[in-house]
Structures are given as structure tokens and as C-alpha cells.
């Protein structure tokens, strides 16, 4: 959902925050979230792109749903940040929960085994 007033007003309350509390505070995360659920599409697939060229987000897919949409898998995020699973996962939780917080949708993330992908999440996986 697109609206740069509020895109710009979370992305200065952001800079505010990093500024003040450091870039990993929980309120400047937060605030980044916020900032791009609003932010415009070109935006978010030029952050996409620099997450994927600063190693934060494997290069390729793990799979994608059946609409397209790209899926990757907790073990591919994990080795790509070069951190245990569980790290990885509890990083991911609290980023479902923040998400919940504040009201954002979660429904991008599925739950699933480590290497199963079942057939009710559209899922397909990529080898």
C-alpha cells in the first residue's frame, strides 16, 4: 500500500531513531518496517536488490508461490548470514511479531519444516 506521506514520515522518524538509539534498536527497526510498508514499489525492489548485492538475502530463490512470488527457505537465509538456524528463526520471529505489533501483515511468511514445502502453500520448490 503506497502513500509517501506516511512513507516519508516513518522514513524520518527512522533516521531520527538511528540517529539517537543506533540503526539495530528495536524502534528503529520498527520505524524502517513501517517505512516500507508504505514505501513505492520501485523503492522496495531497489532495496530488494542492495539486501541480495550486500549478501543479507540469498541470491536466488528457494522456491516461489504459485502467484511468483519468491520464497526463501529459513536454511538459505541462515547460511547466506552466515549464522546457526536457530539465530536465524528467532530473528525471523521477532520480525512476525513486530510486523503483528504494528499492525502489518504476516501473511508473506510461511512456517514450514526445514527442507518440506507442503502442497496447501502454493509452493514450489526450486533445486
Known amino acids: 500500500m ?7 514520515g516513518y522514513m524520518n522518524l527512522h533516521l531520527e531513531l538511528v540517529d539517537k538509539l543506533g540503526a539495530e534498536h528495536p524502534e528503529a527497526i520498527k ?6 510498508e508504505y514505501a513505492p514499489q520501485e523503492l522496495q525492489d531497489d532495496m530488494h536488490n542492495k539486501a541480495i548485492e550486500m549478501g543479507l538475502i540469498p541470491s ?3 522456491g516461489y508461490l504459485s502467484t511468483g512470488e519468491a520464497i526463501y527457505s529459513l536454511n538459505a537465509i541462515a547460511e547466506c ?6 539465530e536465524a528463526e528467532r530473528r ?5 511479531r513486530d510486523r503483528q505489533e504494528l ?7 510461511i512456517r514450514l519444516g526445514y527442507s518440506d514445502v507442503p502442497e496447501k502453500s502454493g509452493a514450489k520448490v526450486v533445486h
Open 81 to 86: 548470514l552466515d549464522m546457526p538456524i536457530k
Open 60 to 62: 536466488s530463490p528457494s
Open 92 to 96: 525471523i520471529e521477532q520480525m512476525l
Open 31 to 36: 520505524a524502517m518496517q513501517l517505512a516500507m
Open 103 to 109: 499492525g502489518l501483515d504476516t501473511s508473506g511468511v
Open 2 to 8: 503506497i502513500n509517501k506521506n506516511k512513507f516519508n
